[in-house]
């Protein structure tokens, strides 16, 4: 029995020959188009190949051509099957043999045997005059791919600047009548302009929330900003990683009481003093325990521990008691809007951003980002189940403005 891969847009062709053939004992093995077929060819490597000549995307010539340009393939005899084109074309770009359709039913079987057997027919008259017209008309086609990339590379590269200006203005648009929105409420909070009722507590409480709210959103497109523009601006001066480290739990503390999640927290006492922009790494931070908040369960845990590394490295562990995250997603989480559970995010908000965002930081400040899943260790003496983030960053790095990317 032998394999026979066989290249035909038509069904009706396609039934036709797996009708003949596998009566004769060949298996058959089918593909629509030349470049599916190129592909299967390479992951089968039949006995014999049969192709149309008039086929989607690349055509039969370009197909043989191809094929003969594949070392494992190079034995294999291709024939021609095509109510289009002449023989001697055909056997001069590589084809073992022509098949004129209609197929005779009668005889294709013997004559397909023959091939497989080793037969091989011969272009007659200038082959070589006719090889160098097909390969310039192969070229012509080529180069015409090549303007129709160019030209859509163009366009999504417009598409792309676009989309950054878009990101750039409506943070600018949102951020600039927020502030003094902010200001007044603090005042009014307050009582600087006068005493509040309960009621009126509660609705000012209630716009302040929504207010945070909305900052959050707007510095997470600011965020987007940075990162498809590609830089990002550091501001470096002497902070204490420690304090970034509480000031980042105790903003997300709120948010895991709310949903009645454990927080167990390890922070040394004494001071970590290091170089850098905490403003950025404290964003980063929140980021991070924002992601671990939405993938735990109500009534689940988030550990967080601080500690040094060696001499000049500081870490930020984040675990989680959450669902954790398969292999073949964790190198892509870091990507820019790449989400794993679209579910949660509808649920509890988010654009995929937040490791990235981390790891350009903590990459930019010497460090870098690790998440295994489940948890490599315990952290804060807990071993949970679910995902461990790991922020690390170095204590006097480089000129973040130096790396950003």
């Given at each position: 029995?032998?394999?026979?891969?066989?290249i035909?847009?038509?069904?009706?062709?396609?039934?036709?020959?797996?009708?003949?053939?596998?009566?004769?004992?060949?298996?058959?093995?089918?593909?629509e188009?030349?470049?599916?077929?190129?592909?299967l060819?390479?992951?089968?490597?039949?006995?014999l190949?049969?192709?149309?000549?008039?086929?989607?995307?690349?055509d039969?010539?370009?197909v043989?051509?191809?094929?003969?340009?594949?070392d494992?393939?190079r034995?294999?005899?291709?024939?021609?099957?095509?109510a289009?084109?002449?023989?001697?074309?055909?056997?001069?770009?590589?084809?073992?043999?022509?098949i004129?359709?209609?197929?005779?039913?009668?005889?294709?079987?013997?004559t397909i045997?023959?091939?497989?057997?080793?037969?091989r027919?011969?272009?007659?008259?200038?082959?070589?005059?006719?090889?160098?017209?097909?390969t310039?008309?192969?070229?012509?086609?080529?180069?015409?791919?090549?303007?129709?990339?160019?030209?859509?590379?163009q366009?999504?590269?417009?598409?792309?600047?676009?989309?950054?200006?878009?990101?750039?203005n409506?943070?600018h648009?949102?951020?600039?009548p927020?502030?003094?929105?902010?200001?007044?409420?603090?005042?009014?909070?307050?009582e600087?302009?006068?005493?509040?009722?309960?009621?009126?507590r509660?609705?000012?409480?209630?716009?302040?929330a929504s207010?945070?709210?909305?900052r959050?959103?707007?510095?997470?497109?600011l965020d987007?900003?940075s990162?498809e523009?590609?830089?990002?601006?550091?501001?470096?001066?002497?902070?204490?990683?420690?304090?970034?480290?509480?000031?980042?739990?105790?903003?997300?503390?709120?948010?895991?009481?709310?949903?009645?999640?454990?927080?167990?927290e390890?922070?040394?006492?004494?001071p970590?003093?290091?170089?850098?922009?905490?403003?950025?790494?404290?964003?980063?931070?929140?980021?991070v325990?924002d992601?671990?908040?939405?993938?735990?369960?109500?009534?689940?845990?988030v550990?967080?521990?601080?500690?040094r590394?060696?001499?000049?490295?500081?870490?930020?562990?984040v675990?989680?008691?959450?669902?954790?995250v398969?292999?073949?997603?964790?190198?892509?989480?870091?990507?820019?809007?790449?989400?794993?559970?679209?579910?949660?995010?509808?649920?509890?908000?988010?654009?995929?951003?937040?490791?990235?965002f981390?790891?350009?930081?903590?990459?930019a400040?010497?460090?870098?980002?690790?998440?295994s899943?489940?948890?490599?260790?315990?952290?804060?003496?807990?071993?949970?189940?679910?995902?461990?983030?790991e922020l690390?960053?170095c204590?006097?790095?480089?000129?973040?403005?130096?790396?950003?990317?």
């Open positions: 029995m032998a394999r026979v891969l066989h035909e847009d038509d069904p009706n062709n396609r039934r036709l020959v797996q009708k003949l053939l596998g009566a004769a004992g060949h298996q058959v093995i089918e593909a188009g030349g470049v599916e077929g190129i592909q060819a390479r992951e089968i490597e039949p006995d190949v049969l192709v149309d000549i008039n086929i989607p995307d690349l039969g010539y370009e043989t051509l191809r094929l003969r340009g594949i494992a393939l034995q294999v005899h291709i024939v021609a099957i095509t289009e084109g002449d023989r001697d074309s055909t056997l001069a770009v590589g084809c073992d043999g022509f004129a359709k209609p197929i005779d039913a009668a005889h294709f079987a013997d045997g023959q091939f497989l057997g080793g037969h027919e011969w272009a007659e008259g200038a082959s070589d005059k006719l090889l160098r017209e097909r310039q008309k192969i070229v012509e086609r080529l180069e015409k791919k090549i303007v129709e990339l160019s030209e859509t590379n366009r999504l590269e417009d598409v792309a600047r676009l989309r950054r200006e878009f990101l750039q409506v943070s648009e949102l951020a600039t927020m502030t003094p929105v902010v200001g007044y409420l603090r005042l009014l909070l307050n600087e302009l006068g005493p509040l009722t309960d009621l009126q509660k609705c000012l409480s209630s716009i302040d207010t945070e709210r909305l959050s959103v707007v510095d997470t497109l987007v900003s990162l523009t590609g830089r990002m601006h550091y501001y470096t001066r002497e902070y204490d990683f420690r304090d970034v480290c509480s000031n980042a739990i105790e903003q997300i503390r709120p948010k895991l009481e709310e949903r009645d999640v454990s927080l167990i390890r922070v040394p006492d004494e970590m003093p290091a170089q850098g922009d905490p403003d950025k790494l404290l964003r980063a931070m929140v980021h325990l992601n671990a908040s939405k993938f735990t369960p109500t009534g689940g845990e550990a967080v521990a601080v500690r590394q060696g001499e000049d490295d500081f870490v930020f562990e675990a989680d008691s959450g669902p954790g398969r292999p073949e997603h964790i190198a892509r989480i870091m990507e820019p809007f790449y989400q794993v559970d679209g579910s949660v995010t509808r649920d509890h908000g988010g654009v995929g951003l937040g490791l990235a981390a790891r350009r930081v903590t990459e400040l010497g460090g870098g980002i690790e998440i899943s489940p948890p490599a260790g315990a952290v804060a003496e807990r071993q949970l189940s679910g995902t461990l983030v690390r960053v204590r006097s790095p480089e000129r973040p403005e130096a790396q950003a990317t």
